[in-house]
């Protein structure tokens, strides 16, 4: 089984930073994308930002110039860095692997991490 464990979220002040980071765990061969995705109260879960393997990088439009995502390949671990911090920015974060290739399967799947509350107070 892959595991996503999820640290660095927190309570912050409006135009505070915070860094997020994820961790996979497991028999994993590789990894085709990383992200994060968030859920606020009352709404759907909406994709934050996503990085393949490769390094390309995708965002929301909400956050571009503010948050950056980065990927340590060789130990499977996606971080979040989250400057400019906004309310509205509040939410549980959800770290996303998806295309996971394990010594278990032949076939790819996609895990999710537990969550982690991020608050932004104005």
């Known amino acids: 089984q892959v595991q996503l464990v999820e640290s660095g979220g927190g309570l912050v002040q409006a135009g505070g930073s915070l860094r997020l980071s994820c961790a996979a765990s497991?028999?994993?061969?590789?990894?085709?994308?990383m992200g994060w995705y968030r859920q606020a109260p009352g709404k759907s879960r909406e994709l934050v930002a996503t990085?393949?393997?490769?390094?390309?990088?995708n965002y929301a439009d909400s956050v571009k110039g503010r948050f950056t995502i980065s990927r340590d390949n060789a130990k499977n671990t996606v971080h979040l860095q989250m400057d400019s911090l906004k309310p509205e920015d509040t939410a549980v974060y959800y770290c996303?692997?998806?295309?996971?290739?394990?010594?278990?399967?032949?076939?790819?799947?996609?895990?999710w991490g537990q969550g982690t509350q991020v608050v932004v107070s104005s």
């Open positions: 996303n692997a998806d295309g996971v290739l394990t010594t278990s399967s032949i076939a790819t799947r996609n895990y």
């Open positions: 990085i393949t393997s490769g390094g390309s990088t």
């Open positions: 497991g028999r994993i061969i590789a990894i085709n994308a």
